[in-house]
Each structure stands twice: as C-alpha cells, then as structure tokens.
C-alpha cells in the first residue's frame, strides 16, 4: 500500500463526519444476519448540526455530488457511502474543513446499508454513476432486491434519483420500474437535451431548484463523459409499492451490445478536481 493511502486513511480516523464501522462486527452472525450498527437510527443527533431529512448518495466515489448538493440544499442533511477510504478522503476533510454540518461519508458495502438505517429514517436516494453490473443482476443498486433493502429505511414515498452514462442500467431500471408499477416521476434518455421545465414534478421543487442541481451538480467522471459527447440519463421514481418487488423481463444480451464496452478512467486525473468548480 502506497504512502499517501496509509496518510490518507491515519487523516480518515481524525474526522467526525466520517464513520467507518468494521464490517466483522455487522457480519458475526452471518451474511444473511447482519447485525444493527449504534448509528441506526440516531444519524440526526450524532452525526449532524442539527435535525434535517436525510438523504443519501449510494457509491459516493470522492464525494463531490454529495458536497454539492449539500451546499445548495441546507435544508437536508446528506450522507455520501462508498467502500474506498482513500476515495471517501476527499469529501470528507472538504467537509471537515469548511465546517459543513449537513454532511457525512459512511464508509462500507453497499448491500450492507440496512444495518445504519432506521425504518423512515432516510427522504431520498440518488444513485450517480453506479456500476452497471451487466453480468449480475442483484449487483445493480436498481434491481428488486436492493429495492427491497432500500424500502425498510425510506419514508413513504421516498423518492429514488438514478443518473447514469449507462444506457444498459438505464433501461433496466426502467423495466424494473414498470414491471412493478412504481411512480416513474421523471424519465429522459438524454438528460441535457432535454428542457429543464419537463422534469418539473411540483412547485416545491422548482423553489428549491432539485431540478438545477440535476443539471448544475456534475461529477468529475460526468464531466469527462459529456467532454467525450455521451448522453447522460436520468429516472426518477417513487417506491411506493407494498408487496413483494418482481424482476423484469430484460434482455440484458441485447442492451449490452447496444452498450458496447464500458468507459473507464484514470482515477489519478481526479487529483486536481476543485469542489468550487460547481459553486453557484
């Protein structure tokens, strides 16, 4: 492991807004049996200034749409989650540093996320970029079962964002979506081509400008996708279905040839990246 990883991860453990549980103590009793983190439950009283719906960003990378939209919005509180310390590093003494009392990283797996998160204790989602997983279905964070896990902490009603370069994770999450009946509030295949007043849903959002930021609050990684003149996508749906969630019927094979082979990038040209950059 190199030198500036271990420093990394030393600074890690000096910032509250950051916490990294260990994964044997969630796993004692088996995968299948994960145990309840202390956290569960208490994210307003011990991690934030002060009470505030909760909203989460699933594989948060560096955490610059969880700074961003956290800056425009200090209405909620948002916690980035991602399982790379030395990605979480950024984000985290960027909000260590400037004092952002509406901001947190939570450091584990993903399918681990019920462990930290109380029935009704998170408003939203947004997935951002998320891993495809073309040859795993129960790895796409948009698929039944992790539906079924995001479920027992959303409030009623809460609200899931997927924003994507992925045209494969696109069209399946919107298969998913229908197959179950779920309240598909806004839908584009080519997010920036598409005027900013159809993805309005209501009067609150547009005072509070979520819309802007969909458009306004872009990763290190979109950047580099729309400089390379990809089409960014954007679903927006409800989960608000009672019963059992049901898998799609999805020609996978096909999409993924539409796909053609997945992007990838140089994390190291990342270093750089200026979280004012996006500052309204």
């Known amino acids: 492991m ?43 009283e011990r991690m934030f200034d002060k009470e505030r719906p909760i909203v989460l960003e699933l594989g948060c990378g560096k955490g610059e749409y969880t700074i961003d939209l956290a800056r425009r919005n200090p209405d909620c509180n948002y916690i980035g989650v991602d399982i790379k310390g030395a990605r979480l590093w950024k984000g985290a003494k960027y909000a260590h540093e400037n004092g952002l009392g509406n901001v947190a990283f939570l450091r584990t797996r993903i399918e681990f996320i019920t462990s930290f998160f109380a029935p009704g204790e998170v408003s939203e989602i947004w997935l951002t970029f998320s891993d495809p997983q073309m040859k795993s279905e129960n790895s796409r964070l948009t698929s039944p079962l992790f539906l079924e896990r995001y479920r027992s902490f959303l409030k009623p009603g809460g609200i899931v964002h997927l924003k994507t370069d992925s ?19 806004a839908c584009t295949d080519d997010l920036y081509g598409t005027p900013r007043t159809e993805l309005l849903l209501t009067a609150e959002e547009a005072a509070e400008s979520k819309v802007d ?5 872009q990763t290190f990684y979109e950047k580099m996708f729309l400089a390379k003149g990809l089409k960014i996508t954007y679903l927006r749906f409800m989960l608000d279905h009672e019963g059992k969630y049901e898998y799609p019927e999805f020609d996978a094979a096909y999409w993924r040839s539409v796909e053609g082979t997945r992007r990838s990038f140089d994390h190291k040209s990342n270093k750089n990246y200026d979280y004012a950059e996006s500052e309204e």
């Not at 500036?4 to 994964?23: G, H, V």
């Not at 045209?167 to 509030?185: D, I, M, P, W």
């Not at 930021?213 to 609050?217: K, N, S, T």
């Open 167 to 185: 045209t494969f994770l696109h069209q399946y999450s919107r298969a998913v979506v229908e197959q179950n009946g779920l309240a598909k509030l």
């Open 2 to 44: 190199g030198h500036d990883k271990l420093r990394k991860f030393a600074e890690n453990e000096t910032f509250s807004c950051l916490l990294q549980p260990s994964s044997q103590e969630l796993l004692q009793d088996g995968y299948f049996s994960l145990r309840d983190h202390e956290i569960k439950g208490h994210w307003n």
């Open 213 to 217: 930021a969909l458009y306004e609050v």
